[in-house]
């Protein structure tokens, strides 16, 4: 018998991505990679590495190690000798095909989507050093505001001490040491090993109060996260040499609009709804915005172009916006030269990050998207129709 260690159901509760080294030059080494891909229509693991050791200029290690930060952005993901490209890459392999020579829409319409993924990725912590404009101080001081807040939101509606223990682990945060030291003992062995004697009394009832624990985020892990987030909020336009910019500050008020900012002025970005699902929990038990992908592109756009987003789908250039989609769909399919064949459907997370990077380089108004695809699939004469992809939105169809 083959015993399988199932992976944490609980990490969606927390936004913040790991320690690693790699992490700096985002928006160059992701556009690289992205060339790479997009004029090979594939990458494997030996492109990868020479472009890690000859165009990044790093050591054979970084091969590894940019590759685990790129897998948390869903860029790409190694598995042993194999590489497979994750649906971000393809996204903005779109965008670079799409825009081809016009390099400076393109340029804006990456920041689109790398900006989604780090928010999606590393909220938690990313926009508390935005909000703090990286000063050290007040940076502690939101984070462990951020910590607290989520940490009290979610013992109320879990009960169990010992999963309540899992979540403080996943909401908090650890030094560099630490975190790396737990890294090796998990490395040693696939099972946790018990640190006390299995007939020790249990010190905590199962059904007792939550455990209680205070935020402290010590010096050595603000040493760890703030220059490389400084780094990314430069290579995203957020922020310049004598503070946020005009972008930075728009896109922190644009989302504590739909929720993400707390009374402390910290930032919480919770799980998204259909996420929450899958722990039988509800935003509403959490006192928490209900939040999807497409909100968060929607604050995006608004931070950036200023427009509002379309509300209605009556618009001119209707039949205009559904060839565009079919146009996002050919270059989807075109894109892959081992997976174009089998493409079938342009899943809807690939559709909308490319469509708000569309909007948002060429300066148009984002289009209601979601009831665009309610008119079509409803009409008497559909274009397309939606699938269903598990765990997923679904994914459009087309008719010929």
């Known amino acids: 018998m083959v015993a ?54 790093r050591n054979k290690e970084a091969v590894e190690h940019i590759g685990n930060f790129f897998a948390e952005l869903n860029l790409i993901k190694i598995y042993g000798k194999e590489l497979h490209v994750l649906f971000a890459l393809d996204v903005l392999s779109i965008l670079n095909r799409y825009f081809g020579e ?84 998990a490395k040693s062995s696939r099972f946790e090993t018990r640190q006390t004697s299995p007939f020790e009394r249990r010190q905590v009832s199962l059904f007792g109060s939550s455990i209680e624990r205070k935020a402290e ?72 915005p209900s939040l999807t992908t497409w909100e968060i592109l929607q604050a995006i756009s608004i931070a950036r172009t200023g427009t509002e987003p379309e509300t209605s789908d009556e618009r001119d250039d209707y039949d205009a916006l559904v060839n565009l989609i079919r146009t996002i769909y050919q270059l989807y399919r075109s894109g892959s030269a081992t997976r174009g064949s089998i493409r079938h459907q342009l899943p809807l997370y690939v559709l909308k990050p490319v469509l708000c990077g569309i909007c948002v380089a060429e300066k148009r108004t984002l289009p209601p998207i979601n009831e665009v695809i309610k008119r079509e699939i409803t009409g008497l004469t559909r274009r397309f129709d939606v699938t269903n992809i598990r765990g997923t939105e679904g994914a459009l169809v087309f008719r010929s």
């Not at 160059?28 to 060339?35: F, I, Q």
């Not at 001490?161 to 630490?178: F, G």
């Not at 780094?231 to 040499?241: R, Y």
Request: hydrophobic share 45%.
């Open 4 to 57: 399988i260690v199932q992976s944490n159901p609980y990490q969606i509760l927390s936004r913040k991505i790991g320690y690693s080294v790699g992490l700096e030059n985002l928006y160059r080494n992701a556009t690289e990679l992205t060339n790479l891909y997009a004029e090979g229509k594939q990458v494997l693991l030996a492109d990868w590495e020479r472009l890690v050791t000859e165009t990044f200029n």
């Open 102 to 185: 016009a390099r400076d829409k393109y340029a804006e319409s990456v920041r689109v989507v790398l900006l989604q993924q780090i928010l999606e990725r590393d909220g938690d912590i990313f926009l508390n050093c935005l909000a703090a404009c990286f000063e050290r101080t007040q940076c502690r001081v939101f984070l462990e505001s951020m910590i607290d807040f989520k940490w009290k939101r979610l013992t109320a509606v879990i009960p169990n001490p010992h999963i309540q223990a899992k979540v403080w682990e996943l909401v908090s945060v650890r030094s560099p040491a630490a975190q790396m030291g737990k890294m090796e003992r």
């Open 217 to 288: 985020v010590p010096d050595s892990y603000l040493d760890k996260i703030l220059p490389t987030r400084k780094g990314w909020a430069k290579d995203l336009d957020l922020m310049g040499d004598s503070g946020l910019s005009s972008f930075g500050a728009e896109i922190l008020d644009k989302l504590a609009a739909i929720g993400l900012r707390i009374p402390s002025g910290a930032y919480v970005f919770w799980s998204y709804s259909a996420e929450l699902v899958s722990l039988r929990i509800s935003a509403d038990q959490l006192d928490a």
